[in-house]
């Protein structure tokens, strides 16, 4: 390697990019070619950088798959900043293995975290949590130990692991400023600002109030029946009922937590489930099951009791009950809270990560987009959604998560 490519190398770990661009901006040999392609993307010209990128990677010769497999790293990072999630993780796997092989264990290292922050933002958390379990962070530069604890933090978010997730975020931090990266200290401290926004609204007797984040994980010791409105389950401390699948079932559950102490009319009931403006014999036929069903859902938890007017929820064991809404109840409130992140996503990323299909989300975008609510820019499968931060909106309960009780 010459010393203008370990020049540019030296800039491009220093977070210099226009020192590596000074380098290497008329070469168009392999190495210059990476280096540029790295540069480009850490400055937001994704598309640019992909081609150089690819380009490297053709040029280079059957006796350097070391420098390959680091393009196909570089390229599948740029695929998750610009959130197109849905690009060969076998790929990026089969050049882990390379640089392992190898002896570039840095590289490797961060291949594994690329994998690692992908499953979390799909929400295969336990994957996630598993792969993440073999790097061993000691020997890892700043910046990349501060990729690390972002990770760790990311994941200890979702899971309501509050205290987990302030340690790493400090832990972070520290390692961010060691590198002298100044996009990275901005990024941890974006994820930091997570546990200081409120991340639901408690519903009790009739009044609301905000919850933090480490509110929110107490919030079971406290011995109440919750009926947990950002994830469609009910829960207490020792057991939980996830009604995902079952939206009429959890909307009667909510709407009869929300009357505690008092009942729901039937009327009410099938307004709320059913959405029905009138309620006809049918409908009271179909409520009569649907809360049979219920009562078969929640036995050990609560009982349905008949009343004259309606239904009443009774805890059987639980010194009260609680919903837990998100602070901002709107249609397409998971797909925001995605796009809250800044990031630029692909349609298909926003699909993988919310687990439906590409036509639901295209169609939910282009309800967005013509309220104004979100923006695109590109064309065909370089096509992204951006929407500006709102200030204050519910990110974190509504982010992809294990499926309630794993």
Do not use: Y
Not at 271 to 278: M, S, T, Y
Request: hydrophobic fraction near 50%.
């Amino acid at each position: 390697m010459d010393s203008m490519i370990t020049a540019a190398a030296r800039a491009l770990a220093a977070g210099d990019l226009l020192g590596v661009l000074n380098r290497v901006a008329l070469r168009e040999d392999p190495p210059a070619l990476a280096l540029r392609g790295i540069a480009m993307a850490r400055l937001g010209d994704f598309a640019r950088a992909k081609a150089l990128l690819q380009k490297a990677a053709r040029g280079f010769g059957p006796r350097e798959a070391v420098a390959r497999a680091r393009c196909i790293v570089a390229e599948a990072e740029i695929a998750l900043v610009s959130r197109d999630l849905g690009w060969p993780a076998k790929s990026l796997e089969a050049a882990r293995a390379t640089l392992e092989r190898r002896g570039d264990r840095l590289n490797a290292a961060h291949a594994r975290h690329l994998s690692v922050r992908r499953l979390v933002l799909i929400g295969r958390l336990d994957e996630a949590e598993q792969t993440l379990a073999e790097i061993d962070p000691s020997p890892l530069p700043p910046a990349l130990r501060a990729a690390h604890e972002l990770v760790i933090a990311g994941i200890a978010i979702r899971r309501l692991r509050t205290q987990v997730a302030r340690t790493a975020l400090a832990q972070a931090a520290r390692a961010a400023r060691h590198s002298g990266i100044e996009a990275l200290v901005a990024e941890v401290e974006s994820a930091t600002a997570l546990l200081r926004a409120p991340a639901a609204r408690l519903i009790a007797r009739g009044g609301a109030r905000l919850l933090l984040l480490e509110e929110v994980e107490r919030l079971p010791a406290t011995g109440a029946l919750i009926i947990d409105a950002c994830r469609n389950s009910v829960r207490t401390a020792d057991a939980i009922v996830a009604l995902a699948t079952r939206p009429v079932l959890f909307a009667l559950a909510r709407a009869l937590a929300e009357a505690w102490p008092g009942d729901v009319s039937r009327n009410a009931l099938v307004a709320r489930a059913f959405r029905a403006k009138e309620a006809d014999e049918s409908h009271r036929a179909r409520l009569r099951v649907e809360i049979g069903r219920l009562r078969a859902a929640l036995r050990g938890l609560a009982e349905i009791s008949a009343t004259a007017d309606g239904f009443a929820l009774l805890p059987h064991r639980a010194s009260g009950i609680v919903v837990l809404a998100p602070p901002v109840e709107e249609r397409h409130a998971t797909l925001l809270a995605l796009l809250a992140d800044g990031e630029a996503w692909s349609s298909s990323g926003l699909a993988l990560a919310l687990g439906t299909s590409s036509r639901s989300v295209q169609r939910a975008l282009d309800a967005l987009a013509s309220a104004g609510r979100v923006q695109s820019f590109g064309r065909g499968p370089a096509r992204r959604w951006v929407t500006p931060p709102v200030p204050g909106f519910p990110t974190v309960l509504l982010l992809p998560a294990p499926p309630p009780g794993s």
